[in-house]
């Protein structure tokens, strides 16, 4: 099984296989911070609905997590993003940022009681 849509009561679900048996050459993010300032969050409306404002991105731009977007800007078809796929980015430079956050707690700490 390579994914599923579970529907139950009200809700639907789109699931990704994540197996860890269905996976090798793992490693750690670790420029989690890095590629997330590459990310270009915008608001704006589409053309179609200008009376709402919503966030999101160009697809073009999503450089940091290409197995994100779908298309090729300027094709045929209008370019699309599959947000779940930021997901493990922003995990990533989250847990980077509360790192460092917890180390100038110590440090700030440390000069406090000195």
């Given at each position: 099984?390579?994914?599923?849509i579970?529907?139950?009561?009200?809700?639907?679900?789109?699931?990704?296989?994540?197996?860890?048996?269905?996976?090798?050459?793992?490693?750690?993010?670790?420029?989690?911070?890095?590629?997330?300032?590459?990310?270009?969050?915008?608001?704006?409306?589409?053309?179609?609905?200008?009376?709402?404002?919503?966030?999101?991105?160009?697809?073009?731009?999503?450089?940091?997590?290409?197995?994100?977007?779908?298309?090729?800007?300027?094709?045929?078809?209008?370019?699309?993003?599959?947000?779940?796929?930021?997901?493990?980015?922003?995990?990533?430079?989250?847990?980077?940022?509360?790192?460092?956050?917890?180390?100038l707690?110590?440090?700030?700490?440390?000069?406090?009681?000195?």
């Amino acid at each position: 099984v390579r994914g599923s849509i579970s529907v139950g009561g009200s809700a639907t679900a789109f699931n990704t296989s994540s197996d860890y048996r269905l996976k090798e050459n793992v490693s750690a993010i670790s420029d989690g911070i890095t590629r997330l300032k590459l990310l270009k969050p915008y608001r704006f409306n589409f053309k179609c609905k200008p009376s709402k404002t919503v966030d999101g991105f160009f697809a073009h731009e999503v450089t940091a997590v290409p197995e994100a977007v779908s298309g090729k800007k300027d094709g045929t078809e209008m370019q699309s993003i599959d947000y779940s796929k930021l997901v493990p980015l922003l995990t990533a430079a989250l847990q980077e940022a509360i790192t460092e956050i917890d180390t100038l707690k110590v440090k700030v700490a440390a000069l406090e009681a000195g």
